[in-house]
């Protein structure tokens, strides 16, 4: 089974307008924690916002936040007011394990962002 | 957040020949660092971690002599891609994670990836 499932390969939104971006994980461990990253064209990935699977609140970073619903394994971003500049790829991604300094990342297959003006 | 630079930034070989790509923390002590490749419209996929001063362990499928791995110091690794063929051309990112003063890094920070075509 895939450990981070995107199910949406692209979306295309009204620029202004919120988006949500979505994000299953299948993990066993108890302790683990979830990303998300962005990459524009340029191949840089950019770290958004983090979720620790302890975490009793959602995360909010700016204009991002995580929809954690620790019961369903999802955790869909959320880019509020979506701006030309967020067309991008986004990649969800889980640490299994506690935060001990090497655990690996495991990535899903991406969204591609399009935002029209 | 935390800087990690990559270098060269696009490189171009001819299929036989060796290419080194470097990746260094700059502010930070990188005590683990990790290599990926990413092949076009597909996500990243984990080649190798790397440990400051130890050999660095390959994820099943990745041949560890083809893709020779160094992290000699909390600042520095390479990653040698030896005897480059067509089918190593690829996006190559490297990412960083290590220990400040609140406590380990909760992401990688990521370099801007290398771009490796060989002929």
């Known amino acids: 089974a895939q450990k981070i499932t995107q199910t949406q390969p692209g979306m295309f939104v009204q620029e202004k307008e919120a988006v949500t971006l979505d994000c299953t994980y299948d993990?066993?461990?108890?302790?683990?924690?979830l990303f998300w990253y962005k990459q524009p064209s340029s191949g840089e990935m950019i770290f958004l916002i983090y979720?620790?699977?302890?975490?009793?609140q959602n995360a909010t970073e700016g204009r991002y936040s995580l929809n954690f619903q620790k019961a369903r394994k999802s955790a869909n971003l959320v880019i509020s007011a979506s701006q030309l500049g967020d067309s991008a790829m986004y990649f969800c991604?889980?640490?299994?394990?506690?935060?001990?300094?090497?655990?690996?990342?495991?990535f899903g297959t991406g969204t591609r962002l399009t935002i029209i003006p | 957040g935390a800087v990690v630079s990559q270098h060269p930034s696009r490189v171009i070989c001819k299929s036989g020949t060796s290419v080194k790509i470097e990746c260094r923390s700059l502010?930070?002590?990188?005590?683990?660092m990790f290599w990926y490749r990413q092949f076009p419209k597909q996500s990243l996929m984990l080649m190798a971690t790397?440990?400051?001063?130890?050999?660095?362990?390959?994820e099943q499928g990745v041949e560890k002599d083809k893709f020779l791995i160094n992290h000699a110091s909390l600042t520095l690794s390479t990653l040698t891609v030896t005897s480059a063929h067509p089918e190593d051309s690829s996006f190559y990112i490297c990412s960083a994670r290590g220990v400040s003063s609140g406590g380990w890094s909760k992401t990688q920070y990521f370099g801007p990836g290398t771009r490796l075509l060989v002929l």
């Open positions: 991604a889980m640490r299994e394990g506690a935060n001990f300094g090497n655990e690996k990342l495991t």
């Open positions: 502010d930070f002590q990188a005590t683990t």
């Open positions: 993990t066993s461990d108890q302790s683990y924690g």
């Open positions: 790397s440990n400051e001063g130890s050999k660095a362990t390959y």
């Open positions: 979720q620790g699977s302890y975490d009793e």
